[in-house]
Protein backbone atom coordinates (compact mmCIF):
# COMPACT_ATOMS: atom_id res chain seq x y z
CA UNK A 1 0.00 0.00 0.00
CA UNK A 2 1.42 3.06 -1.40
CA UNK A 3 -0.61 5.51 1.81
CA UNK A 4 1.00 8.94 -0.07
CA UNK A 5 0.18 8.09 -3.50
CA UNK A 6 -3.13 7.18 -2.48
CA UNK A 7 -3.31 10.22 0.15
CA UNK A 8 -2.69 12.48 -3.04
CA UNK A 9 -4.65 10.83 -5.64
CA UNK A 10 -7.76 10.79 -3.54
CA UNK A 11 -7.12 14.54 -2.22
CA UNK A 12 -6.80 15.73 -6.02
CA UNK A 13 -9.85 13.76 -7.59
CA UNK A 14 -11.83 15.62 -4.77
CA UNK A 15 -10.68 18.69 -5.57
CA UNK A 16 -11.44 18.68 -9.17
CA UNK A 17 -15.28 17.31 -8.52
CA UNK A 18 -17.68 20.03 -7.85
CA UNK A 19 -21.15 19.56 -5.97
CA UNK A 20 -22.91 19.22 -9.17
CA UNK A 21 -20.64 17.09 -10.74
CA UNK A 22 -22.63 14.76 -7.67
CA UNK A 23 -26.00 15.48 -7.40
CA UNK A 24 -25.17 18.04 -4.53
CA UNK A 25 -26.54 21.09 -4.17
CA UNK A 26 -23.46 23.98 -5.06
CA UNK A 27 -24.79 25.97 -2.18
CA UNK A 28 -23.26 29.00 -0.76
CA UNK A 29 -20.00 30.16 -1.33
CA UNK A 30 -17.78 27.57 -0.70
CA UNK A 31 -14.14 28.32 1.19
CA UNK A 32 -13.25 24.52 -0.01
CA UNK A 33 -11.86 23.90 -3.29
CA UNK A 34 -14.18 21.04 -4.88
CA UNK A 35 -15.86 18.54 -2.50
CA UNK A 36 -15.42 18.90 0.77
CA UNK A 37 -14.22 15.69 2.88
CA UNK A 38 -17.43 14.75 4.68
CA UNK A 39 -19.41 15.11 1.04
CA UNK A 40 -17.00 12.55 -0.14
CA UNK A 41 -17.40 10.55 2.89
CA UNK A 42 -21.37 10.28 2.23
CA UNK A 43 -21.32 9.39 -1.00
CA UNK A 44 -18.71 6.76 -0.45
CA UNK A 45 -21.14 5.75 2.81
CA UNK A 46 -18.24 5.50 5.35
CA UNK A 47 -17.45 7.94 8.20
CA UNK A 48 -16.09 11.34 7.58
CA UNK A 49 -13.10 10.37 10.36
CA UNK A 50 -11.84 7.28 8.19
CA UNK A 51 -12.11 8.99 4.44
CA UNK A 52 -10.00 11.83 6.74
CA UNK A 53 -7.30 9.10 7.71
CA UNK A 54 -6.93 7.65 4.21
CA UNK A 55 -6.01 11.68 3.03
CA UNK A 56 -3.50 12.05 5.92
CA UNK A 57 -1.81 9.20 5.20
CA UNK A 58 -2.43 7.57 8.45
CA UNK A 59 -5.40 5.55 7.65
CA UNK A 60 -5.37 1.59 7.62
CA UNK A 61 -5.86 -0.46 4.08
CA UNK A 62 -8.90 0.24 2.04
CA UNK A 63 -10.83 -3.04 1.86
CA UNK A 64 -11.78 -3.79 -1.72
CA UNK A 65 -15.24 -3.22 -0.96
CA UNK A 66 -14.28 0.31 0.51
CA UNK A 67 -11.89 1.12 -2.73
CA UNK A 68 -15.55 0.21 -5.11
CA UNK A 69 -17.22 3.22 -3.19
CA UNK A 70 -14.58 5.86 -3.11
CA UNK A 71 -14.18 4.85 -7.01
CA UNK A 72 -18.15 5.95 -7.51
CA UNK A 73 -17.98 8.84 -5.01
CA UNK A 74 -15.30 10.27 -6.94
CA UNK A 75 -16.74 9.34 -10.04
CA UNK A 76 -13.37 7.55 -11.38
CA UNK A 77 -12.64 6.30 -14.71
CA UNK A 78 -12.10 2.77 -15.30
CA UNK A 79 -7.87 3.82 -15.55
CA UNK A 80 -8.32 5.51 -12.56
CA UNK A 81 -10.34 2.83 -10.34
CA UNK A 82 -7.23 0.54 -11.32
CA UNK A 83 -4.68 3.09 -10.10
CA UNK A 84 -7.03 3.37 -7.14
CA UNK A 85 -6.46 -0.26 -6.22
CA UNK A 86 -2.83 -0.77 -7.05
CA UNK A 87 -1.72 2.22 -4.94
CA UNK A 88 -3.76 0.93 -2.03
CA UNK A 89 -2.30 -2.44 -2.39
CA UNK A 90 -5.18 -4.48 -3.84
CA UNK A 91 -4.98 -6.31 -7.68
CA UNK A 92 -7.03 -4.15 -10.08
CA UNK A 93 -10.02 -5.04 -11.59
CA UNK A 94 -9.36 -6.85 -15.13
CA UNK A 95 -12.85 -7.76 -16.98
CA UNK A 96 -15.90 -5.08 -17.06
CA UNK A 97 -18.18 -7.65 -15.34
CA UNK A 98 -15.73 -7.73 -12.34
CA UNK A 99 -15.29 -4.21 -12.35
CA UNK A 100 -16.96 -2.27 -8.58
CA UNK A 101 -16.91 1.29 -9.88
CA UNK A 102 -19.73 2.83 -11.65
CA UNK A 103 -19.48 3.36 -15.12
CA UNK A 104 -19.09 7.48 -15.25
CA UNK A 105 -21.30 8.22 -17.83
CA UNK A 106 -24.24 6.32 -16.10
CA UNK A 107 -23.66 8.11 -13.12
CA UNK A 108 -23.79 11.88 -14.71
CA UNK A 109 -27.55 10.58 -15.94
CA UNK A 110 -28.52 9.32 -12.07
CA UNK A 111 -26.94 12.42 -10.56
CA UNK A 112 -29.61 14.42 -12.32
CA UNK A 113 -32.70 11.83 -11.50
CA UNK A 114 -33.73 13.13 -7.83
CA UNK A 115 -37.88 13.00 -8.51
CA UNK A 116 -38.15 9.61 -9.61
CA UNK A 117 -36.69 5.83 -8.58
CA UNK A 118 -33.45 5.25 -10.53
CA UNK A 119 -30.71 2.48 -9.52
CA UNK A 120 -27.59 1.09 -11.84
CA UNK A 121 -27.55 -2.35 -11.96
CA UNK A 122 -24.93 -4.95 -12.76
CA UNK A 123 -25.51 -7.07 -15.05
CA UNK A 124 -25.86 -9.91 -12.12
CA UNK A 125 -28.58 -8.07 -10.78
CA UNK A 126 -26.51 -6.35 -8.32
CA UNK A 127 -27.35 -2.91 -6.76
CA UNK A 128 -24.09 -0.84 -7.51
CA UNK A 129 -25.95 2.75 -6.84
CA UNK A 130 -29.64 4.02 -5.99
CA UNK A 131 -31.05 7.36 -6.08
CA UNK A 132 -33.25 8.01 -2.07
CA UNK A 133 -36.02 7.44 -4.22
CA UNK A 134 -35.50 4.00 -5.52
CA UNK A 135 -34.26 3.10 -1.85
CA UNK A 136 -37.66 4.66 -0.41
CA UNK A 137 -39.45 2.18 -3.14
CA UNK A 138 -37.33 -0.68 -3.33
CA UNK A 139 -35.46 -0.52 0.46
CA UNK A 140 -31.60 -0.11 1.04
CA UNK A 141 -29.44 -2.66 -0.77
CA UNK A 142 -26.34 -1.59 0.60
CA UNK A 143 -26.57 -4.24 3.46
CA UNK A 144 -26.54 -7.36 1.01
CA UNK A 145 -23.33 -8.60 1.03
CA UNK A 146 -21.94 -12.03 -1.21
CA UNK A 147 -23.89 -13.83 -3.61
CA UNK A 148 -27.36 -11.96 -1.64
CA UNK A 149 -26.22 -8.72 -3.84
CA UNK A 150 -27.49 -10.36 -6.73
CA UNK A 151 -31.25 -9.97 -6.43
CA UNK A 152 -31.36 -12.73 -8.87
CA UNK A 153 -30.06 -14.83 -6.81
CA UNK A 154 -32.00 -13.59 -3.83
CA UNK A 155 -35.32 -14.07 -6.50
CA UNK A 156 -34.47 -18.05 -6.19
CA UNK A 157 -33.24 -18.01 -3.00
CA UNK A 158 -35.37 -15.59 -0.53
CA UNK A 159 -39.61 -16.07 -0.56
CA UNK A 160 -39.42 -12.73 0.67
CA UNK A 161 -37.69 -10.93 -2.13
CA UNK A 162 -41.09 -11.65 -4.47
CA UNK A 163 -43.39 -9.94 -1.94
CA UNK A 164 -42.82 -6.57 -3.71
CA UNK A 165 -44.32 -8.23 -7.30
CA UNK A 166 -48.00 -9.32 -7.30
CA UNK A 167 -48.59 -13.03 -7.58
CA UNK A 168 -49.45 -12.94 -11.22
CA UNK A 169 -45.94 -11.19 -12.17
CA UNK A 170 -44.17 -13.34 -10.31
CA UNK A 171 -43.89 -15.94 -13.12
CA UNK A 172 -42.76 -13.67 -15.95
CA UNK A 173 -40.53 -11.90 -13.42
CA UNK A 174 -38.51 -15.22 -12.79
CA UNK A 175 -38.63 -15.71 -16.66
CA UNK A 176 -37.12 -12.66 -17.52
CA UNK A 177 -34.28 -12.59 -15.04
CA UNK A 178 -33.01 -16.04 -15.95
CA UNK A 179 -32.85 -14.70 -19.63
CA UNK A 180 -31.05 -11.73 -18.17
CA UNK A 181 -28.50 -13.84 -16.78
CA UNK A 182 -28.17 -16.06 -19.80
CA UNK A 183 -27.29 -13.26 -21.74
CA UNK A 184 -24.51 -12.26 -19.15
CA UNK A 185 -23.45 -15.99 -19.56
CA UNK A 186 -23.47 -15.73 -23.26
CA UNK A 187 -21.31 -12.56 -23.22
CA UNK A 188 -18.80 -13.31 -20.91
CA UNK A 189 -18.76 -17.31 -21.04
CA UNK A 190 -19.03 -20.32 -18.72
CA UNK A 191 -15.92 -19.12 -16.30
CA UNK A 192 -16.99 -15.95 -15.71
CA UNK A 193 -19.15 -14.53 -12.49
CA UNK A 194 -22.35 -15.50 -14.73
CA UNK A 195 -21.83 -19.10 -14.81
CA UNK A 196 -20.51 -18.91 -11.30
CA UNK A 197 -24.16 -18.16 -10.04
CA UNK A 198 -25.59 -19.74 -12.73
CA UNK A 199 -24.33 -23.38 -11.20
CA UNK A 200 -24.91 -22.14 -7.57
CA UNK A 201 -28.68 -21.37 -8.53
CA UNK A 202 -28.64 -24.80 -11.00
CA UNK A 203 -28.14 -26.41 -7.41
CA UNK A 204 -30.43 -23.93 -5.11
CA UNK A 205 -33.52 -24.09 -7.41
CA UNK A 206 -35.49 -26.21 -8.86
CA UNK A 207 -37.50 -23.44 -10.47
CA UNK A 208 -34.19 -21.73 -11.53
CA UNK A 209 -32.67 -24.95 -13.17
CA UNK A 210 -35.86 -25.60 -15.30
CA UNK A 211 -36.00 -22.06 -16.38
CA UNK A 212 -32.24 -22.31 -17.13
CA UNK A 213 -32.62 -24.84 -19.44
CA UNK A 214 -35.17 -23.41 -21.58
CA UNK A 215 -32.86 -21.43 -22.67
CA UNK A 216 -34.62 -18.20 -23.29
CA UNK A 217 -32.11 -15.22 -24.11
CA UNK A 218 -32.75 -11.72 -23.46
CA UNK A 219 -32.16 -8.04 -22.37
CA UNK A 220 -35.23 -5.60 -21.39
CA UNK A 221 -34.81 -2.24 -22.13
CA UNK A 222 -38.09 -1.18 -21.37
CA UNK A 223 -40.90 -2.77 -19.30
CA UNK A 224 -43.90 -2.35 -17.78
CA UNK A 225 -44.54 -3.46 -14.12
CA UNK A 226 -46.41 -3.14 -10.77
CA UNK A 227 -44.54 -3.22 -7.93
CA UNK A 228 -45.86 -3.25 -4.05
CA UNK A 229 -45.03 -1.16 -1.67
CA UNK A 230 -45.76 -2.14 2.17
CA UNK A 231 -47.28 0.55 2.83
CA UNK A 232 -48.70 2.64 -0.64
CA UNK A 233 -49.58 -0.63 -1.92
CA UNK A 234 -49.31 -1.27 -5.42
CA UNK A 235 -47.74 1.21 -7.69
CA UNK A 236 -47.79 1.04 -11.81
CA UNK A 237 -44.49 1.74 -13.05
CA UNK A 238 -43.03 2.29 -16.85
CA UNK A 239 -39.10 1.15 -16.70
CA UNK A 240 -36.37 1.93 -19.00
CA UNK A 241 -33.34 0.29 -18.94
CA UNK A 242 -30.08 2.33 -20.46
CA UNK A 243 -27.03 0.01 -21.15
CA UNK A 244 -23.78 0.68 -21.30
CA UNK A 245 -21.35 -0.07 -24.72
CA UNK A 246 -20.38 -3.37 -23.34
CA UNK A 247 -23.66 -3.90 -21.94
CA UNK A 248 -22.15 -4.78 -17.93
CA UNK A 249 -24.21 -2.06 -16.45
CA UNK A 250 -27.38 -0.81 -16.61
CA UNK A 251 -29.47 2.46 -14.98
CA UNK A 252 -32.89 2.02 -14.91
CA UNK A 253 -35.50 4.64 -14.52
CA UNK A 254 -39.19 4.18 -12.61
CA UNK A 255 -41.17 6.64 -13.88
CA UNK A 256 -45.45 7.27 -14.04
CA UNK A 257 -47.20 9.26 -16.09
CA UNK A 258 -48.29 12.72 -14.91
CA UNK A 259 -52.20 13.24 -13.20
CA UNK A 260 -52.43 9.28 -12.16
CA UNK A 261 -52.35 7.37 -8.94
CA UNK A 262 -48.97 6.15 -9.46
CA UNK A 263 -48.00 9.39 -9.83
CA UNK A 264 -49.20 10.76 -6.80
CA UNK A 265 -47.76 7.88 -5.11
CA UNK A 266 -44.36 8.84 -6.31
CA UNK A 267 -44.48 12.12 -5.03
CA UNK A 268 -45.67 11.27 -1.70
CA UNK A 269 -42.71 8.74 -1.63
CA UNK A 270 -40.37 11.43 -2.16
CA UNK A 271 -41.96 13.75 0.56
CA UNK A 272 -42.13 10.74 3.27
CA UNK A 273 -38.38 9.26 1.96
CA UNK A 274 -36.37 6.47 2.96
CA UNK A 275 -36.85 7.41 6.81
CA UNK A 276 -40.66 6.42 6.53
CA UNK A 277 -40.40 3.19 4.36
CA UNK A 278 -36.89 1.76 6.11
CA UNK A 279 -36.44 -1.80 5.93
CA UNK A 280 -39.18 -2.50 4.20
CA UNK A 281 -37.20 -4.76 2.20
CA UNK A 282 -34.44 -6.43 4.02
Not at 69 to 78: D, E, F, M, N, V
Not at 132 to 137: D, G, V, Y
Not at 138 to 143: N, Q, R, V, W, Y
Not at 223 to 228: G, P, Q, V
Amino acid sequence: MDRAALADFLRRRREELQPQDVGLPAGARRRTRGLRREEVASLALMSTDYYTRLEQRRGPQPSEQMLGSLARALRLTGDECRYLYRVAGHNAPTTASSAPHVAPALLRVLDRLDDTPALILSELGETLVQNRMAAALLGDASGYTGADRSMIHRWFTDPGERSRYPEADRDRQSRALVASLRAAYGLRGPRSRAGDLARSLRKLSAEFAELWDRHEVAQRFEDHKTLIHPELGPIELDCQALFTEDQSQTLLVLTAPPRTEAHEKLQLLAVLGLDRFTGAEQ
